[in-house]
């Protein structure tokens, strides 16, 4: 049974909290949060018990889960690693680019599990793309969302972008050629809306935008590659393929449209998505990945490639936006 502490159980924390409750061979010993108030919400609702001190729930856990803001990341890493405890610490992997590094030499030389909660990967539209062979030559992304307080510690590169940034760099498997972005300061001291290009050195170009003053909430990722067109709704659940048809397309939809070359056949097709917990199975991964030694499938390289990119971006943008007086 591994023993867990959770650090952090605001709102993303009592998600997790319930998700934890949920998988048999963990069990969550205790928690630690700052906050009075929080705390005694906790630990009325859950029953849990309530640390004072992080080197004390350190001691008796096997793992930890960090839900705390992303100022207090690398804190929370460095002391759990340091007592060789496994670490889920949720996107973005720290708050700087050194402290990331730091993060990724101490979990090797402690060998062990570190698993960033980059949570779209486990999203059901995404894993209706299992066994698909995904090779997009473009990707337009847009992720938007109504203005919240409640994360805006962070740009909106780092809060919202950067799950499309860990998405596209996992499907795309290239090094970053060049970037170009702009960005918006409008409701927080940080940009809160933005547009990014990324060009890849196999070819691949990624547009992204993010914004977090939006009046409607979205979350789509289209790819386009040979003979074939995928959508992605992660907000909705739903995953469209227009490609041509091909022999297994045979349940598909399908139509003719003429052209320079002939005739093609065109299929339509909605892959089964299955009906998953996203956070759920996240947390079920790691546990697995600390049980059976095996790699974690987002790993702290991985929330630090994100990471990187986001933070070239931050400085395109930077740079973009000075003004010489």
Known sequence: MLKVGIFGTGHLGKFHINNWQKISNATLVGFYDPDDNTAAEVMKQYGLKRFDDQETLLDVCDAVDIIAPTTYHFDICEKAIRKSKHVFVEKPLADTMDQAHKIVKLAKEANVKVQVGHVER???????????????????????????????????ILDLMIHDIDIVLSIVKSGVKSISASGVVVMTETPDIANVRIEFDNGCVANLTSSRISMKKMRKMRLFQ??????IDFLEKKTEIIKLRED??????????????????????????????????????FVNAVTANTPAPVSEVDGLMAMDVAHQILQKIQSANYVVK
């Open 122 to 156: 486990f999203n059901p539209a995404y894993l209706a793309l299992k066994g698909y062979k995904l090779a997009p030559m473009f990707i337009e992304v847009h992720r938007l969302a109504q203005f919240n307080p409640r994360g805006t510690e962070v740009s909106v």
């Open 226 to 231: 040979k003979d074939a067109y995928i959508g």
């Open 248 to 285: 297994s397309d045979k349940d598909a939809f399908t139509f003719d449209i003429e052209t320079p070359t002939g005739t093609k056949v065109i299929a339509i097709a909605n892959p089964p998505v299955p009906d998953t917990n996203a956070i759920l199975m996240e947390l079920e991964a």
